[in-house]
């Protein structure tokens, strides 16, 4: 059963703007990932946020995390043509077993 | 280069033609998953290795067997498969428990399999 739900289902975008997404969980997680998948590719990991953590950055990325929400975001500053792609958010709990849980994800088109 | 590599990357098959879909990682990763992926559905995990001859189910893994004999290699058998099984399917691996990143997981770039 999926953990995460992602919020929109899809979004498109001009070039330079920024796209925010969301993420939405049901249980206590030890940490919460974002995923990008482009075009029917295998996903490719980009941030990790901790649970005791409330934002991160790397590079155009910019993840804030709310446990008590149980809500993630997800934004891309900047958007680029590249930027184009689907975004996974995942959540990690161990007492729940070993995996990442992945929620349904975000399309986002980036036009130029 | 660090990667998963599966194969094949597309296959047709027909209704109960036993196939396997292999993996092998070449990171000295101790945890290594299979997912399927169906559109409205996410990524759905299927069988999962915390370490060699450890394995142990997902979500999905009716259908499905797996065996980690070796550390690098995670076979996907279907023995019998069934047009349900049509999907995208992904390995992926990660360092395991205790380790930096432990688990954060890399991908392979997708099997596509059809059953007709």
């Known amino acids: 059963s999926q953990q995460g739900e992602e919020d929109p289902q899809a979004l498109s975008i001009q070039e330079g703007e920024n796209a925010t997404m969301n993420c939405s969980y049901k249980?206590?997680?030890?940490?919460l990932q974002w995923y990008r998948q482009n075009s029917g590719r295998g996903l490719v990991h980009l941030i990790l946020i901790r649970s005791n953590e409330r934002e991160k950055h790397s590079g155009r990325l910019r993840v804030t995390l709310d446990t008590s929400k149980k809500s993630s975001s997800l934004l891309i500053t900047a958007s680029r043509a590249a930027d184009t792609a689907s975004y996974f958010c995942?959540?990690?709990?161990?007492?729940?077993?070993?995996?990442?849980?992945f929620g349904g994800g975000t399309r986002v088109l980036v036009k130029p | 280069e660090a990667q998963v590599t599966q194969n094949p990357r597309y296959l047709i098959t027909v209704t109960g033609k036993k196939l396997t879909v292999t993996c092998s990682q070449n990171?000295?990763?101790?945890?290594m998953s299979w997912y399927r992926q169906d559109p409205g559905l996410g990524l759905r995990q299927i069988y999962y290795?915390?370490?060699?001859?450890?394995?142990d189910k997902g979500d999905v893994p009716e259908g499905y067997k797996v065996s980690r004999k070796e550390k690098r290699n995670f076979p996907l058998i279907l023995e019998s498969p069934s047009p349900n099984q049509t999907s995208l399917y992904f390995c992926?691996?990660?360092?395991?428990?205790?380790?930096?990143?432990?688990?954060?997981?890399?991908f392979g770039a997708g099997s596509r399999l059809t059953v007709l």
């Open positions: 290795s915390m370490n060699v001859e450890v394995t």
């Open positions: 992926a691996s990660s360092p395991g428990q205790g380790a930096s990143g432990a688990n954060v997981l890399t």
């Open positions: 249980t206590s997680i030890n940490n």
């Open positions: 990171m000295n990763h101790e945890y």
């Open positions: 995942a959540t990690f709990f161990k007492a729940a077993g070993n995996k990442l849980t």
